[in-house]
């Protein structure tokens, strides 16, 4: 996946992009772990008293429209989880809450396929997740959303069917941590680079796809949907 370059960025942000035109961010994939409380609970897991990273590899992104989301091997049981994408439009490092919302070029909808079955092994273990979370199309994405095309980022649903059944439909105001919170604390460890993208965590729901499955998914009623088949 090609890199966005800043004056590509600045002409996305002109709000003249069309709606679903992918645009190239396609740098590191920050993840967060267990931001809302409901999914926590679900899985059987404490919500966190700050925020939980880990990272997918740029490998791990899908665009729509080119081509299916594999199982990885030996795969058990793969799980969707459908997620505000942060896309960043400014670099930084030590970012403060206050000024955090400066560095949001955009938005996205993305699925962080997980791996569930090798996770819970690899968690029981006490062994990173990566290959769990970080598998090839392990990140489908959606298109660019500009960032002005969202007046409340507290306050976006975010909705997932598989086969026209739904089975995630939350609300970004039920995160425990928020964007500028999240943006600020993450850019304390790493640097955040245009064109990384921040996957906010997912609402409860999360369940289990197969071969063949469709899932659709969404941010409020018609503001962006992706659309992935499993392969
Ligand atoms: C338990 C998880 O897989 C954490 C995660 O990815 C989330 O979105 O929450
Ligand atoms: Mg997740």
Known sequence: MQRIAISTIRKMSSNTEPLNNFANFGKKIVCIGRNY????????????????????????????????????????????????GIVIGKS?????????????????????????????????????????????TSCPVGGFLDASRIDNVDDVRLWLKVNGETKQDGNT?????RVPTLLSFISQYMTLEVG????????????????????????????????????
């Open 37 to 84: 409380a409901e999914h926590a609970a679900e899985l059987g897991n404490k919500v966190p008293t700050k925020p939980m990273i880990f990272l997918k590899p740029t490998s791990a992104y899908l665009q729509e429209g080119q081509g299916n989301i594999k199982l990885p091997p030996n795969c058990t049981e793969i799980h969707h989880e459908v997620e505000l």
């Open 92 to 136: 930084g490092s030590n970012i403060l809450e206050s000024s955090a919302m400066e560095h949001v070029g955009g938005y996205t909808l993305a699925l962080d396929m997980t791996e569930r079955k090798l996770q819970s092994d690899l968690k029981s273990k006490g062994h990173p997740w990566s290959l769990a979370k970080g598998f090839d």
């Open 173 to 177: 105001k039920d995160m425990i941590f």
């Open 196 to 231: 990384d993208l921040v996957l906010t965590g997912t609402p409860s729901g999360v369940g289990p796809v197969r071969s063949k499955d469709v899932i659709v998914a969404g941010l409020n009623d018609d503001l962006l949907q992706i659309e992935f088949s499993v392969e």
